[in-house]
């Protein structure tokens, strides 16, 4: 199973920009999509963003247009670039590998490895 470490997390200004990334190590060869989740306190795990192998990705409505998600040619690092923060962006976001299901959704059971998480605080 594949181990994933976030890292970018921090404070930030609301309109400002944050860069996560993950690192993944272990077995990810089967491997079929990868994605950035976040959480509040209270409410259930949200899907940000989803990428395939090939590139193509799926975005959550409250973040088209600001986040962009990336991967580097194999399933060593996962990216996501957030652009005009919103103090609703405020989470902890985590990075999450699907091995198991050929399915390209922003559902948190689809996928069996997870991060620790890293913290996004947007003030405004």
């Known amino acids: 199973q594949a181990r994933l470490v976030e890292s970018g997390g921090g404070p930030v200004q609301a309109g400002g920009s944050l860069r996560l990334s993950c690192a993944v190590s272990g077995d990810n060869d089967r491997t079929f999509s990868m994605g950035w989740f976040r959480q509040v306190p209270g409410k259930e795990r949200e899907g940000v963003a989803t990428i395939l192998a090939g590139g193509s990705s799926r975005y959550a409505d409250s973040v088209k247009g600001r986040f962009t998600i990336s991967k580097d040619s194999r399933w060593n690092a996962l990216y996501l670039q957030m652009n005009s923060l919103k103090p609703e962006d405020t989470a902890m976001y985590y990075c999450?590998?699907?091995?198991?299901?050929?399915?390209?959704?922003?559902?948190?059971?689809?996928?069996?490895?997870w991060g620790q998480g890293t913290q996004v605080t947007v003030s405004s």
């Open positions: 999450a590998a699907n091995t198991r299901r050929t399915l390209f959704r922003l559902l948190a059971e689809d996928y069996d490895s």
